[in-house]
């Protein structure tokens, strides 16, 4: 009796990875099919990824099921640029609240006021302009 490797029985899905520098990168996540293999599979990459450059690029994950049979399987990685740090003083951002329930451009209802979804989209554009002025006089 011909005995196949489960190498040979099992195929492998692969999925996308996003790495952002700093994060943690086990080969595993770029199986998306974990569940469909037996528990004792390993993972392991066939070589180290470098992942220095922000962009696309593609690393070979080895498979390796319990009967000691193999497989290899390429995967994409997305690289993520290293978020910027801000270094100096930061700047508060204040948004004034409209107490009086006047529907005035420029002003956020707050509490247990009413107002429309209208209202409410306003002042979340306000509150994006106000982060987006903020970080703009940092960035100069």
């Not at 696309?56 to 000691?68: F, K, N």
């Amino acid at each position: 009796m011909t005995r196949i490797a489960m190498a040979g029985k099992f195929a492998i899905e692969t999925r996308k990875i996003v790495y952002m520098s700093g994060d943690s990168l086990a080969p595993r996540e770029g199986i998306a099919n974990l569940s469909e293999l037996p528990p004792e599979t390993r993972f392991s990459w066939q070589k180290k990824p470098v992942l220095e450059t922000p962009g696309l690029t593609q690393a070979t994950i080895m498979v390796e099921y319990p009967d000691a049979s193999q497989a290899a399987v390429k995967v994409p990685i997305e690289v993520l640029p290293r978020p910027v740090k801000h270094k100096g003083p930061s700047q508060n951002v204040s948004i004034q609240f409209d107490h009086q329930n006047k529907r005035t451009p420029g002003t956020i209802l707050s509490g247990n006021q009413r107002g429309t979804m209208v209202d409410a989209f306003a002042g979340i554009g306000l509150l994006v302009k106000a982060v987006k002025k903020g970080l703009s006089r940092h960035r100069q």
